[in-house]
């Protein structure tokens, strides 16, 4: 059974960093893709990045690159979401996501096979 443990969420001010944690159990990279999204109160589930099944690929959302980064650690068999100079409107409960799939990675969420309970961010001055 897939599980993923989502940490590392909190308040920041504007400008500050976080970084998340997805501890996943029952599956590997190989063949899984892993996504990061998130939900804004009133918004709709979105899209942030994410990993092709075996690594093989990376892709963000236009408001992540250059700003986030999106990293795994076979090991640990976690993924992580650093997060750099935060935005009020990065205000969100983010999930961790996963799809057992050999295709291309999806940035829809109703792709998506298992889901993390999921991690408040907060930021605000």
């Known amino acids: 059974q897939v599980q993923l443990v989502e940490s590392g969420g909190g308040a920041v001010h504007p400008g500050g960093s976080l970084r998340l944690s997805c501890a996943a159990s029952?599956?590997?990279?190989?063949?899984?893709?892993m996504a990061w999204f998130r939900q804004a109160p009133g918004k709709e589930r979105e899209f942030v990045a994410g990993f092709g099944w075996g690594g093989k690929t990376t892709e963000y959302t236009d408001f992540a690159k250059g700003r986030f980064t999106i990293s795994t650690s076979s090991a640990q068999n976690s993924v992580y979401l650093e997060m750099n100079s935060l935005k009020p409107e990065d205000t969100a409960v983010y999930y961790c996501a996963a799809e057992r799939t050999r295709g291309p990675l999806s940035k829809h969420e109703r792709t998506y096979d298992c889901w993390g309970q999921g991690t408040q961010v907060t930021v605000s001055s």
């Open positions: 029952g599956l590997t990279f190989n063949s899984y893709a």
